[in-house]
């Protein structure tokens, strides 16, 4: 015998076959080194069930780069990662992270637009277009070192110096602040966050199309009233000189996901 349907499950059904599910995207964390782990945890715990619309992945191999639709290039030491990427041959090399992160022909023999991608500390020294190992007296940016390992990935316009706030013992926690005119999804992910530095770089210089998303106060290092720079972003890249993986707070984990992944901010 036929069984028999309300209305309201007629549009209950309806309305399930009419909405498509969510897309999913594959968001890569480079694993060669550093706090890839934290970064996993920390998206598999973002609010919202935005984690359940990401499949995260750890990437070591060209293959893996290639599924992903954003990758995170998380801290821990730029040269290691320099010397470890290419260590085979299918694993991955800096010059596949910069077709990446600028476009190309990827090792599968497809052409990508460039994809979004997160630099944390280490990570934002192998995205930033000048790498200097000290500044001046008042912070002049000193010319760029070339280091024997290779060059940076680059893409993102800005001058950072590595060790700005010193070596391992002058690590520190301290908030941070977004600009005061900053929109208010960046002031929400940023004002006040509890970030982690160690070892830590700090960007010297912005260039055009790159937007400052904090400073950071600090009673040696301070840059004017308006503190120094550790976080910034262009349309395509991101970057913290801190470890936001290290903390359990997710707001600049979900900032991320909904700028750059989703796009809904």
């Known amino acids: ?44 715990h973002l609010p919202n069930g935005l984690g359940e619309r990401l499949d995260v992945i750890e990437v070591r191999k060209t293959e893996e780069l290639n599924k992903c639709d954003a990758l995170v290039i998380p801290g821990g030491e730029s040269t290691t990662m320099k010397i470890i990427a290419g260590m085979d041959e299918r694993s991955v090399t800096m010059e596949h992270l910069k077709v990446f992160v600028h476009g190309g022909e990827g090792s599968d023999g497809v052409t990508r637009k460039p994809r ?5 500390c280490a990570g934002c020294i192998l995205l930033s277009g000048d790498v200097v190992n000290t500044v001046g007296g008042k912070e002049d940016v000193q010319p760029a070192k070339r280091c024997k390992y290779g060059d940076p990935v680059g893409g993102l316009d800005v001058a950072t110096c590595r060790n700005f706030f010193g070596r391992q013992a002058q690590s520190f926690e301290a908030p941070i602040s977004a600009p005061a005119d900053a929109a208010e999804a960046r002031q929400s992910a940023f004002n ?56 359990q707070d997710t707001r600049i984990h979900r900032y991320f996901v909904e700028r750059f992944l989703l796009k809904c901010i």
């Not at 007629?10 to 498509?20: G, K, N, R």
């Not at 550093?34 to 920390?42: M, T």
């Not at 979004?116 to 944390?120: A, K, L, N, S």
């Open 1 to 44: 015998a036929p069984v028999a349907h309300s209305d309201l499950d007629v549009l209950e059904l309806a309305m399930t076959i009419a909405q498509p599910e969510s897309k999913r995207h594959t968001l890569g964390i480079l694993a060669l080194q550093g706090a890839f782990e934290e970064h996993q945890a920390s998206f598999k």
């Open 116 to 120: 979004p991608v997160w630099g944390t």
């Open 192 to 247: 006040d966050f509890p970030a982690v530095f160690i070892r830590a770089p700090a960007i010297l210089r912005t260039g055009d199309g790159v937007r400052v998303l904090a400073r950071v106060a600090h009673p040696s290092r301070c840059s004017g009233d308006e503190g120094v720079i550790v976080a910034a972003e262009s349309d395509q890249i991101m970057v913290t000189t801190f470890h936001p993986e290290l903390v």
